[in-house]
């Protein structure tokens, strides 16, 4: 006969909802053991209670419609909440709440788990006093209120946003211990709004000379960012739009800019100005705040582009496996250069790799999420994700980002992640080499 | 335009021929309809920012001592009296030296191991100036007059040793001052990283089969750090294939139990976090301000203590509780005012 090797199965631990292991009983024992068994045993030994026993929800009148006007996930999803990574910063309104990338599916974040970080704290703006202005080098200054913007012609496109300072606090060493905190400033929308060569178009910039378009926020921090001309005639959006809802107040409420692949701090929120000039500004987000340190010192200025990354997102840090057998190991990858072409995923540490499934759409400058089946033996292994864009560019490892940018840039680590699944089923955050 | 020009204007258009119809096609407005021109009182309005060739800085100046004294005033309550504080945010002055300032590039950010200052960073006078202006101070941003950004700006170079004591700073000489900067030669656009073409500086291969020596873990969160970020049962769903790590001891998986339903928050609670409130203090323990038990013993016997409370989170205040003032929250409502303090009088 031929003998393949048995499919690793067995509990690791009980789940704690069948500590009774009346199922484990009645399933594993032989039909004479079950015999054996008496009175309650036996009773048991019929089947699940959540199945014999019809449940209220079955037996009972449910709620009406509208009894929620805006509908909420369900109670037993509480879990999964925005998180501030606590000491990382000292106040609310100058700080980042992490989106729980641990039990998200698809590409798509909710809008109510999109990740926050404000320079000087979030407002609900009314729309209807809400104000653009472009100007400078253009053949006429113009003010747009949201009437306006949206008589324009929109489009709606989904892309991911990446503050570039995620996975910031693992440069030197692991700092943080799960998925939340390494990569869960990050997340993926579709976005409605105005394309910027449009409004760019209708107040006659001067594109040649004006090379350079200045965003700014109307909140107290003003925030500024430069964008060159070539990607704001490109794929950048003046959007009002966030999965079929206005944006979220915490989002920049009415309006905020898009540019797809760039670092999120220059997807200004609560966007009131736009400025054409021939020059880049040199803002303090410019010149004191996303810089990127490298090892002689100098500092690099405009470090914009989120070059291609991935993580598994389960199972992942401070998570356990219960049982040996099969999993579905899934995760996200994304590049601000284009399209996701592949990811492997390695459970050895990186020795060999095995190509994942892509799930589709597969969008440019857009999460793109992956799965592949793995068999859990119940011995130690190391997960690792590794993405392949469009252009060729291949995630690297921690250990080739620090040879070129030393261990203190902050900003722009798009290293492989890797996660120690123990013994135990435990699984922690570990760096590899 | 009224209906009975646009109808003379078709009437025209018919019959004056082709020419003159595709003369008019080329000049159709793009959008019409869609907004304005801006006045010039609108751009100036918000026309407020200041670029690194210092193109935007409005005319005006400041002395160091005037800027010392708005500093004590305004700005201590954050960045500490001399720019150094390290309690609410990373700290503004320090690590710089004379040579530095001769060479433009400052030593200590290629040897690592000291926390990066914003003097020991900064490359550009008008980052410090333009953010000031627009962002400063934190609860109250864009209160300040052009004079006064040049006074503060003044004396935070004078803490780094940029300028003397006796110096004031304008218009007129912001250009000489960027030519002094500790770090003014410490950036470099020099990357592939901002043009939508550029090349990426790390290149990695894609190898699929027994790639390189058997991995070695060099880095892993200590035992004790791991409960750094909370509870991960109270992180993660209650079902699944995956469960939460339960670092609480005892069962190594958490139960599942429904959650529990939320405790109602408590309204003045969180109007204290909105206004701010809570970065300089919380309940118990004392932080940059005094604990809310602290303020509320210090007030138990005294029965005017939520009018004189409301008037000084209002205005500001210094010298109860230490050196460190207490900024005014003017745009606090009255009655906003007046629920936060009697709920920080009730903190036991």
Redesign the interface.
């Known amino acids: 006969m031929n003998s393949k090797p048995a499919a690793p199965t067995g509990q690791v ?5 069948d500590r009774r292991g009346f199922l484990k009983k009645s399933l594993t024992l032989s039909g004479g053991a079950v015999a054996a068994l008496a009175g309650a045993g036996v009773a048991r030994a019929q089947g699940d209670p959540a199945i014999l026993k019809l449940p209220a929800h079955s037996t009972g009148l449910g709620q009406p419609v509208a009894a929620r006007g805006y509908g909420m996930p369900s ?7 925005r ?1 501030e ?3 990382l910063t ?5 700080s980042v709440a992490f989106t ?1 990338l ?2 998200l599916f698809g590409i798509i974040t909710p809008n109510g788990l999109h990740f926050e970080r404000h ?3 979030w407002w609900d703006i009314d729309p209807r006093q809400h104000r653009l ?1 472009v ?1 400078g080098l253009v053949r ?5 209120n949201m009437d ?1 913007l949206m ?2 012609p929109s489009v709606s496109r989904i892309h991911f946003i990446e503050c570039g300072a995620n996975t910031g606090m693992e440069w030197g ?6 998925v ?2 390494t990569h869960g400033m990050l997340s993926c929308c579709e976005f409605t709004g105005v394309p910027l060569s ?1 409004l760019l ?2 107040c006659g910039a001067d594109i040649k000379k004006g090379r350079y378009v ?1 965003a ?1 926020g109307a909140d ?3 925030l ?1 960012r430069t964008i ?1 001309m ?2 704001a005639l ?1 794929d950048v959006i003046v959007a009002w739009g966030m999965n079929g809802e206005f944006l979220r107040p915490e989002n920049g409420y009415p309006l905020r800019l898009v540019v797809p692949g760039v670092q999120g701090v220059s997807w200004v929120k609560w966007l ?2 736009l ?1 054409v ?1 021939d ?6 987000e410019e ?2 705040h996303y ?1 990127d ?13 989120q ?1 291609c990354k991935s993580v598994i997102t ?2 992942s840090g ?6 040996k057998g099969q ?2 190991v899934t995760g996200l990858a994304w590049s601000g250069r284009g399209r996701v072409r ?1 990811v ?1 995923v390695s459970f ?6 095995k190509e994942a499934r892509l799930e589709n759409p597969v969008l440019t400058k857009a999460l793109t999420r992956f799965n592949i089946d793995w068999v859990w033996n119940g011995g130690p292994a ?1 997960l690792q994700s ?1 993405a ?1 864009d469009d252009t060729g ?5 921690i250990a ?2 620090r ?4 261990t ?1 840039s902050i900003y ?1 680590n798009n290293a492989i992640q890797s996660w ?1 699944v123990a013994a ?1 089923g ?8 | 335009m009224s209906r009975w020009n646009n109808a003379k204007l078709v009437v025209f258009a018919l019959a004056a021929g082709a020419c003159v119809q595709a003369a008019a096609q080329t000049a159709k407005p ?2 019409p ?6 006045t010039n009182a ?2 100036a309005a ?4 200041v ?3 210092l ?1 935007g800085l409005p005319p005006g100046s400041g002395s160091v001592s005037r800027g010392e004294t708005l500093w004590e005033a305004k700005c201590t309550s954050c960045h500490g009296s001399f720019g150094e504080s390290n ?3 990373p700290p503004l002055i320090g690590g710089i030296t004379p040579e530095d300032i001769k060479t433009g ?3 200590a ?4 191991g000291e926390q ?1 200052t ?1 003097v020991m ?4 006078i ?2 410090l100036w ?2 000031i202006n ?2 400063m101070p ?1 609860n109250a ?2 209160t300040l007059t052009a004079d006064e950004v040049y006074a503060l700006t003044a004396y935070l170079l004078n803490q780094g040793n940029i300028v003397p004591d006796s110096f004031v700073l304008s218009d007129k000489n912001m250009a000489e001052v960027q030519a002094r900067l500790p770090n003014r030669n ?4 020099d ?6 073409r ?1 090349k ?13 020596p ?8 200590p035992d004790h ?2 409960g ?3 509870d ?8 699944g ?5 339960s670092l609480s001891g005892g ?6 139990t ?2 529990a339903a ?1 405790p109602a928050a408590d309204p003045a609670q969180a109007l204290a ?1 909105k206004a ?1 409130c ?2 300089c203090h919380t309940a118990k323990q004392r932080g940059i301000g005094p604990a809310f038990a602290e303020i509320a013993a210090k007030y138990r016997a005294d029965s005017g203590a939520e009018n004189k409370l409301m008037a000084k989170v209002k205005s500001g205040g210094q010298g109860v509780w230490g050196n460190i003032p207490m900024p005014p929250f003017a745009n606090l409502q009255e009655q906003d005012l007046r629920t936060l303090v009697r709920w920080i009088l009730k903190t036991e």
């Open positions: 631990r009980p789940a704690p909802e109670e037993f999803e509480k879990n999964l909440q998180r990574s606590p000491g000292r106040a609310g309104q100058s729980p641990q039990g320079h000087q704290g202005m100007h006429e200054s113009r003010i747009y306006d008589r324009l060493n692991v700092a943080v211990p799960t939340q905190y449009k178009e209708h200045l700014e107290g921090s003003g500024t060159g070539d990607r490109d009131r100005r400025e000039g020059k880049p500004w040199d803002t303090r010149t004191l810089i340190l490298m090892p002689d010192g100098l500092h690099r200025q405009y470090s914009s582009v070059e389960t199972p401070g998570q356990v496996l219960l049982n999993y579905n592949r492997d050895d540490g990186g020795r060999n790799w190391i590794r392949i560019y291949v995630q690297p490892k080739q980002l040879a070129v940018r030393g203190r722009h120690l135990n435990e699984v922690s955050n570990v760096q590899v080499e | 793009l959008y309809g869609v907004g304005r021109a801006a609108e751009i918000w026309d407020i920012d670029r690194g060739d193109k309690q609410m945010f590039r400052v030593a950010l290629a040897k690592g990066r914003t960073k900064l490359s550009r008008s980052t333009d953010y627009r962002a934190w941003p864009k410490g950036l470099t656009r990357h592939g990283l901002w043009d939508t550029g990426p500086d790390v290149s990695a291969k894609a190898c699929m089969k027994n790639c390189g058997e991995p070695r873990i060099t880095s892993s969160l750090a791991r750094s970020h909370g991960f049962v109270e992180q993660n769903r209650l079902f294939p995956v469960r939460a790590v069962a190594a998986v958490a139960a599942v429904p959650p939320a976090v701010g809570m970065a």
